[in-house]
């Protein structure tokens, strides 16, 4: 009997060291938890500041590609409309409405804190389908844009404009000197052959192509800008 009543203390030494053995571990795992909670909120506030800044960005972009596009159309309506009657208007204005139809004008914004988050799964993370989705639409959008510029581009270096650039012998011939280059005296037009020649079907065709294809090009900027926006107002309100 008294060596039953030694040995309650005991166990009672032995319940009390596993008791604050496992409160102990219990407690480490509550705060290893709460300080991972705590780091994955830090985490998604970081990337959240991140894609607003790069949004913001990439929406200013498309929001002046938007316009510079559209400039673009409308300078080269006028100077298709201009082929009707071309006579009263100076060779510099006609050729100033024309130098956009030979342009390309960059649009896109590649979002690297965008794409990173979609590869290491921290978008997701984010749990804004909203945003998800919206960036998906951009991304559509922005491709639609480079395949088109593409064509614009092979258009410019070997296709139809590039026929008009051979037939006069140099492009600068039809556009007037630009900040990049001019054309020698040889292949410049008087102001009568210059008025005759823009008048020719030919001619009208391909610079027509060319408006057309910069007026495609303006749907992708504009879906892009809007996409973009309502990206940044889902971000706003999830986040």
Known sequence: MMESENQTPRWNKLLLES?????????????DAGWDGFQAGRDQEQLED?????????????HRSVQAVQTQVDLINRFLEATNDPSAIPID?????LVPAFKRWGATAPLPVYREAVATGSLA?????????????????????????????EA????????????????Y???????????????????AEYRAY????????????AKVFNANLLDSPDDMDRFL???????????
């Open 173 to 191: 011939a039809f556009t007037g000197p630009t900040n990049i280059g001019f054309a020698p005296k040889r292949f410049l037009l008087g102001d």
């Open 198 to 209: 823009i008048q020719q079907p030919h001619v009208y065709a391909r610079i027509e192509g």
């Open 125 to 153: 993370d984010l749990e804004n389908p909203r945003l998800s989705g919206f960036l998906i639409r951009y991304d559509l959008a922005q491709n639609f844009y480079l395949n088109l510029e593409k064509l614009l581009l």
């Open 19 to 31: 008791f604050v053995i496992v409160t102990s571990i219990l407690l480490a795992f509550g705060i």
């Open 229 to 239: 926006e309502a990206a940044l107002e889902a971000l706003e309100v999830e986040g």
């Open 50 to 62: 991140a894609l607003r800044e790069e949004l913001i960005e990439a929406h200013e972009l498309t």
């Open 93 to 97: 204005s006609l050729q100033a409405w």
């Open 156 to 171: 410019l270096q070997t296709g139809y404009l590039h026929d008009l650039s051979e037939e006069l012998g140099s492009l």
